[in-house]
């Protein structure tokens, strides 16, 4: 085998020079037969642990005991091949320690253990990549159909998005036309108006004006003849200067100073008051529908308390809604109940039986707030616009409109819809509310140095919330929270 790998090196040594970028460089695995500047490696044998140019390599594909031995691509790492304990070639996989070793290992460190020809581990563990690789690529199809789905959806959302503004955008332009169009009908019928009335008085003005001519002249008539010595004169005279002309009639001048089109003002004011309303009122239902449209990717319920606070909205309570018996005070983020009648203007949305407030805010989305309450007994609460303002259906909890979390000193309770729940967790004075609304859940937790969970509700929210507080013999303040 020796005679014919040097007959087969004498014939390659003498073909001609290599071109340039045959030469090995630093990266390169380079051949381990070539003398001075090497050539790089074209195979690397795993049986000799050498790397072989195109050239020396040559005797592995001619001499019969070099052809069996296993031909690999250039690697740099053949001598991890060898045991660097007793300097053998590793043919064996000891399956106790999950490593490559020599035969001579199997007589000492790894007797008695577990062990197999390399080759056979490799075709066993081979088996396992070829399932693994037809999990993956299986999954590759499930994803990438998942990727052409989302794209899709994508496109969906874009194509729905951008109709629902170009359609909102003529939607407003009519209605900004329409104010425009009753702004100028107002205007003409103010300036018509005017125009009637500033003609009217003009010309009773120039009326009185002649007549206040004619007097002084007749005055000064009058003056002359009185000055005339000659008796019967005067008397001639008399009685054609002495008659006066019907006086103009003034009993229609009425002035009502700065009160001419005010109430024209008030009217208009009353209209944009109501519009403020209309507006109010349906933004935050298409806000709602908005914010309610499936979304593919949503963040995970929050854990911890700084997760809670990402959501934490600032709540002001609305004193259109709240019972005579409650005070607010600090910017109405803060309730007392009281034994005196707070003087409230009347309203509609006002509390008239219970001792209950609800907020000016309506309530969508992600939203946390916490609530701070000493004294008697607390309700915390959400509850829809449209709850009941008067009778027992209107107190928190014992409609389908309301949901509740009763806090008394030495205990907790849920109730909705009438339906009592008992609630165990530790006593706190401090309570925070979780709300996302899309997803339909609701949770109280007890908030001190940790916060536990009270209760938690899920179900489908039909309309934005609004956050409620029930107040007797105590006080509750709505927490600023960081």
């Known amino acids: 085998m020796l005679a014919a790998l040097v007959e087969q090196l004498k014939k390659t040594g003498l073909q001609a020079a290599p071109a340039y970028h045959c030469y090995a460089g630093p990266e390169d695995v380079a051949c381990d037969f070539c003398t001075g500047r090497k050539l790089k490696a ?60 020599c035969y001579l290992c199997t007589m000492d460190d790894h007797k008695g253990h577990d062990t197999v020809p ?14 693994s690789r037809l999990n993956i690529q299986q999954r590759i199809q499930d994803r990438e159909k ?30 900004i036309r329409l104010l425009q169009k009753r702004s100028s009908d107002v205007k003409q019928q103010i300036r018509s108006q005017q125009e009637t009335g500033v003609s009217g008085v003009k010309e009773l003005q120039e009326k009185l004006q002649q007549e206040i001519t004619e007097l002084k002249r007749k005055d000064a008539e009058l003056k002359q003849l009185s000055h005339t010595e000659d008796h019967n004169q005067f008397l001639h005279n008399y009685p054609s200067v002495s008659q006066l002309s019907e006086p103009t009639d003034s009993s229609s001048i009425n002035i009502r100073p700065l009160r001419y089109f005010e109430d024209v003002t008030a009217a208009v004011s009353e209209l944009r008051d109501k519009l403020q309303d209309i507006l109010r009122d349906k ?66 949305k006002r509390y008239t039986g219970d001792w209950q407030v609800l907020s000016r805010e309506s309530l969508t989305g992600r939203c946390y707030w916490e609530v701070e309450w000493r004294g008697g007994r607390v309700e915390v609460a959400v509850a829809y616009k449209n709850i009941s303002r008067d009778g027992r259906e209107s107190r928190f909890g014992l409609n389908d409109k309301s949901w509740c979390l009763y806090c008394y000193p ?73």
Request: proline share 4%; hydrophobic share 35%; with cysteine.
């Open 118 to 131: 390399a080759a056979a581990e490799r075709t066993e563990r081979q088996r396992e990549l070829e399932v």
């Open 146 to 175: 998942d990727v052409k789905l989302l794209q899709q959806e994508v496109e969906a959302v874009s194509r729905s998005a951008d109709k629902a503004v170009e359609d909102s955008e003529k939607i407003f332009t009519q209605l």
């Open 283 to 348: 933004w935050t239902n298409i806000s709602l529908t908005v914010t309610e449209l499936e979304v593919l990717l949503s963040e995970p319920e929050p854990k911890t308390r700084a997760e809670f606070l990402k959501y934490s909205r600032e709540i002001t309570l609305d004193p259109n809604t709240a019972n005579t018996r409650l005070l607010l005070s600090e910017g109405n983020t803060k309730v007392e109940w009281t034994l005196e009648q707070q003087p409230y203007s009347s309203h509609t």
């Open 42 to 101: 074209f195979k690397s044998c795993l049986v000799c642990l050498a790397s072989y140019c195109e050239n020396h390599l040559q005797p592995h594909y001619d001499v019969a005991p070099l052809k069996k031995h296993k031909l690999v691509e250039p690697s740099k790492t053949l001598q991890e091949n060898i045991c660097s304990r007793h300097d053998e070639v590793m043919k064996i996989f000891c399956r106790t320690d999950k490593k490559s070793i």
């Open 410 to 482: 030495n205990s907790y309770e849920f109730q909705f819809n009438h339906i009592r729940t008992p609630v165990s967790g530790p006593r706190s004075s401090r309570v925070g509310v979780y709300l996302d609304h899309r997803a339909g859940i609701l949770s109280f937790y007890s908030v001190s140095e940790t916060m536990t969970l009270l209760h938690r509700v899920q179900t489908t929210f039909t309309q934005p919330l609004y956050a409620g507080l029930y107040v007797c013999r105590s006080t509750v303040e709505l927490c600023k929270v960081k």
